[in-house]
């Protein structure tokens, strides 16, 4: 069975500094692997997808990386921002085998602090 | 383009009602589901389809039915609610197989928060 886990559960950091979240996947049998943030009382906003070919993709101060044969992605945030203050979760899809049709498969995310 | 829509957005229940929570896309996904997000547990998969007329357990199905009669559309039903479906809901599509890079990301609505007295 699949299990998702994100290191550390919460994370405080002064604004500007550079920081990674971590992820990691017991089983490396994906189709691909997104990760999503999630603000206090709001639903979840995409912020990148990895496919299971590609090994990094950028958006803005974001970047994801993905090593499937070891089970894990980073997530870094260059410069952070009070702004950039979420949750941050990812979650990990397989193929389309079996009877799961590619359902996603959360962690429990990173709890992400940056102070002014 | 409004994306995911999720009624009602807060609902109390007293034990042993039923209810519908509705869920709509307007993107013409073929894909939809629905999660249940509780503290400690995170995000679990209730039930999904990939199309109309097509539906499957999750991880956690037990007291919820859904339905898929359009693409559009795929309520979540209560059927006798209990104080441990205290929840926040949410309702999630994609297209079913995505083939270029950046197709098969999962979409969210902003969720239905339900207490269960």
């Known amino acids: 069975k699949q299990e998702v886990t994100q290191i550390p559960a919460a994370l405080s950091v002064p604004e500007g500094e550079n920081l990674v979240l971590n992820c990691s996947f017991t089983d490396s049998a994906i189709y691909n692997l997104q990760w999503f943030r999630q603000d206090p009382g709001k639903g979840l906003t995409s912020l990148l997808l990895?496919?299971?070919?590609?090994r990094e993709q950028t958006s803005g101060r974001l970047n994801a990386s993905l090593d499937k044969s070891s089970g894990r992605s980073t997530l870094y945030i260059a410069a952070s921002q009070p702004g950039d203050s979420a949750t941050y979760l990812c979650a990990v899809r397989h193929g389309d085998y079996g009877g799961s049709q590619g359902n996603l498969i959360f962690g429990k995310g990173t709890k992400l602090s940056v102070k002014p | 383009n409004a994306g995911v829509t999720q009624t009602p957005k807060f609902q109390v229940l007293k034990t042993g009602q039923s209810m519908t929570l509705q869920c709509a896309q307007d993107m013409n996904h073929e894909y939809m589901s629905w999660y249940r997000q509780d503290p400690g547990m995170g995000l679990r998969l209730i039930h999904y389809?990939?199309?109309?007329?097509?539906?499957d357990q999750g991880e956690v199905p037990n007291g919820y039915n859904v339905s898929r009669s359009t693409t559009e559309d795929f309520p979540l039903r209560l059927l006798s609610a209990a104080p441990s479906q205290t929840s926040v809901y949410f309702c999630a599509s994609r297209e079913r197989n995505g083939v270029s890079v950046n197709t098969g990301e999962l979409f969210f609505g902003e969720g239905s928060r339900l207490t269960v007295l």
């Open positions: 990895i496919q299971s070919s590609q």
């Open positions: 389809s990939v199309g109309a007329g097509i539906t």
